[in-house]
């Protein structure tokens, strides 16, 4: 009987379970609730008070703020580069904290302070929005609104009078919303020389404070203290305009400022070839350091001479010793047609030893390719003496906005006068009938300058530098602005006017520097960007 009832007891419970699935599931079907409704939907502004402040916290800057931007592919981004980020953020984050750790400790008497434990955990933070603002400056700024409510794993050790004690932080939120400027921008990766925070209201933090694994936040009258005094801290070190700065390039560097200059005694020449048709050459040279957007320096012509001695010497602004190469050209001069060239040959600048004048005897070569067979051709010698005077210490180093400063006119600017600057920044929505190639055209009393052609661009870029030197202040003159495109293909139109500017220099006698946008005339949307410095002796 034992052996029977297990096997009916068996067929039991396997009928049994096989009638109730049915029957719940024929009851799941036909006895579905009829009082079920769907969700109502409204627009925001149709909603009720009561329903819109509970979610008002929690709708995004970008939809209550038209001029903010949304962030969903920023967000992603993070999300994905967390794990790496967390590990860059916590080690730039002691590297920063070492140095103010160990100025404030001494106030309280405290032995040391150390991280024992420092990870931001697996949430990342989100950006609820972006606010980007344009400038005529160098500089981007951007503020960022973030929320972060993380599980961060923060642990603290702090020795004072022989005793050691362990906090942890725990259950991390925070709210804020930075202004990070990006300043000045540069023409070397990652574009940026500085990077300025500041908080533009006081930030929202909480958090837990675990002291021997008692939860310290949890004591009544400590959480809100605690609370306020970690908002007041923060405030009194970044709310704007107090600001934090980082450095991420050199300034030197980054910028391409001078440090130093070079004197170039052109001596002679030696053996040089035959150019003219009557058995002579007609001799000059052209001196260029790489990375200058300068002119090139040239000698005296020296008629018919073989073996010229010019004597002549030159001043260059070094902006990188290390990596820039002295060029040295020789033509020979022609009266009607092109110049024709003699030769030439490079001086790395890493082969002169500062303050120590060293002389070079070159062989001149057709090129610097060392596998060109006609380089083997004797062309004649050339003989330069070469000093590298690099500048003092205190005159480097400057911070940004001391670049922002109008620097002194050079030596030999007349007493009463002074240089006027001119820097051609960049234009915007130049359009031209029959074509777009633009290049600026300047005229300062008489004498006219102009700009690289940039050919089919709406919004050119020059960053040109031109200078103009004045024996007194040009308070009542005026500059002439003309952007201008040229087409060589266009036979009937080849030159074509896209805007002008007539700027009334007095504003730049009395400021000493103007940074500007100036809406083109005769142009439907057309501006130009120019900075203007007046810079004299006494500056």
Known sequence: MGFFGTILGFLGFGVGISIGLVSGYFLFIYFQPTNVEDPE???????????????????????????????????????????YLDKAICKTAKNIAKPIIAEQIPKYKIDSVEFETLTLGSLPPTFQGMKVFVTDEKELIMEPSVKWAGNPNVTVSVKAFGLK????????????????????????????????????????????????????????????????????????????????EVQVLDMSKALKRPVGILHVKVLQAMKLKKKD????????????????????????????????????????????????????????????????????????????????????????????????????????????????????????????????????APEGTPAGGGLLVVIVHEAQDVEGKYHTNPHVRLIFRGDEKKTKRIKKNRDPRWEDEFQFMVDEPPTNDRLHVEVVSTSSRNLLHQKESLGYIDINLGDVVANKRINEKYHLIDSKNGRLQIELQWRTSEA
């Open 41 to 83: 939907i409204k627009p925001l502004s149709e909603q009720e008070q009561e329903t819109l402040q509970r979610m008002f916290p929690e709708i995004p800057l970008w939809i209550k703020n038209p001029d903010f931007d949304r962030l969903d592919w920023l967000n992603k981004f993070v999300e994905y580069m967390w794990p």
């Open 277 to 408: 048709l009557l058995g002579a050459s007609d001799p000059y040279v052209k001196l260029k350091l790489t990375e200058d957007k300068l002119p090139s320096k040239k000698t005296t012509v020296k008629h018919k001479n073989l073996n010229p001695e010019w004597n002549e010497e030159f001043n260059i602004v070094v902006k990188d010793p290390d990596s820039q190469v002295l060029e040295i050209n020789v033509y020979d001069w022609e009266q009607v047609g092109k110049h024709d060239k003699m030769g030439m040959n490079v001086i790395p600048l890493k082969e002169v030893s500062p303050e120590e004048p060293k002389r070079f005897t070159l062989d001149l070569l057709k090129n610097m390719d060392p596998n060109d067979a006609q380089n083997e051709k004797s062309r004649g010698q050339i003989v330069v003496e070469l000093t590298y005077k690099p500048f003092k210490e205190e005159d480097l180093g400057k911070g940004f906005e001391e670049t922002q400063t109008v620097p002194k």
């Open 165 to 244: 004690a362990t906090v942890q932080v725990v259950d991390l939120q925070v709210f804020l919303l930075p202004r990070i400027t990006l300043k000045p921008l540069v023409p070397s990766f990652p574009c940026f020389a500085n990077i300025y925070v500041s908080l533009m209201e006081k930030p929202h933090v909480d958090f837990g404070l675990k002291l021997i694994g008692a939860d310290l936040m949890s004591i009544p009258g400590v959480y809100r203290i605690v609370q306020e005094l970690i908002k007041d801290q923060v405030a009194n070190m970044y709310l704007w305009p107090k600001t934090l």
